[in-house]
């Protein structure tokens, strides 16, 4: 558990961890990691979702094992969304992307290199298909109803544009596109994408430990409740289902390891687009990414 938690869990935390003292000793500005954030988001993230959405062997996925996971999402994600309104009194958009913390596991960006040094790329199949199911149908899910929420007055025109024009989904729809036709992507474009999608997890992660130094940490009731189901009922949540039917053993391990990860960072990216309050969300984010250093250290 140690070996594990120091050579291959702590060298990707360190680069969250920098960012937020950089940030608190005043040394990189809010205003640069947000327009870090924003690069990152706009170029680095679009090429690592396309390379992985157009890459990935389909056939290879065990839709049973992905398909128990996303069913403890949309039940998680149901309750906590009550009990963040009814229960904590959070506003409707607010507790929108609070549930969405407990489910958007930071897969991509932090449990993704993490199980890649620890099984290689063939095992870790199982975290790559939670991150193409969170990169093509949750995010995107999250992206359009957030949108839509926050934009209530705009027109059915205004709202298709903005959605239709959001990076992301462009990427997540060429990948699509580029795997169910069974093509490769040409060299120079694959080696093009790589280069730049190599820098989305380190410069996503420098950024919002920033952007993230500026917020308070002690726990309200509301980060604790919403920090606790993500950490201790999803990954409960998963290893429960995945008791219905059987599978190799490594998935049902990598598929527990992939829900015990932190928040991802996208509820707040979405928080921040849209200008709902992040003094909730934001701590959450910065909890979770701490708690989980124990817990994915000892499942890994």
């Known amino acids: 558990m140690l070996d594990v938690l120091t050579h291959d869990i702590l060298p990707v935390f360190w680069i969250l961890a920098l960012g937020f003292l950089l940030g608190r000793f005043g040394a990189v500005e809010r205003a640069e990691a947000a327009a870090l954030n924003r690069i990152a988001f706009l170029v680095m993230q679009p090429a690592l979702i396309l390379t992985l959405v157009s890459s990935i ?15 403890c999402q949309l039940g998680l994600f149901g309750a906590t969304f009550a009990i963040c309104r009814t229960v904590l009194g959070r506003e409707t958009i607010e507790a929108w992307l609070l549930a969405m913390c407990t489910v958007f596991v930071n897969t991509l960006l932090y449990v993704g290199p993490i199980a890649t040094l620890i099984y290689g790329e063939a095992a870790a199949l199982p975290i790559t298909s939670i991150v193409a199911w ?27 544009r903005r959605v239709l ?54 726990p309200s009731r509301t980060i604790a409740v919403v920090s606790g189901l993500k950490l201790l009922v999803f990954p409960a949540l998963v290893w429960a289902a995945l008791h219905v039917g059987t599978r190799p053993d490594n998935w049902n391990t990598l598929l527990v390891l992939g829900a015990a990860g932190p ?10 687009l849209h200008g709902v309050r992040t003094d909730q969300i934001a701590p959450v984010v910065i909890w979770t990414s701490v708690l989980s250093l124990v817990s994915l250290a000892w499942l890994a």
């Open 57 to 71: 062997d389909v056939a290879a996925i065990r839709v049973d094992g992905i398909g128990l996971y996303a069913l």
């Open 134 to 160: 969170d990169a093509t149908v949750t995010f995107a899910f999250f992206i359009v109803t957030t949108d839509l929420m926050a934009n209530r007055q705009a027109s059915i025109g205004q709202s298709l």
């Open 165 to 218: 024009s959001n990076p992301v989904l462009i990427a997540i729809l060429i990948g699509l596109l580029v795997n169910a036709a069974g093509m490769a992507l040409p060299e120079p474009v694959s080696t093009g994408l790589g280069f730049a999608g190599a820098a989305a997890a380190p410069l996503t992660l420098l950024a919002l430990g920033v952007i993230l130094s500026g917020h308070a940490l002690r």
């Open 263 to 272: 928040s991802g960072a996208m509820a707040f990216a979405l928080a921040m």
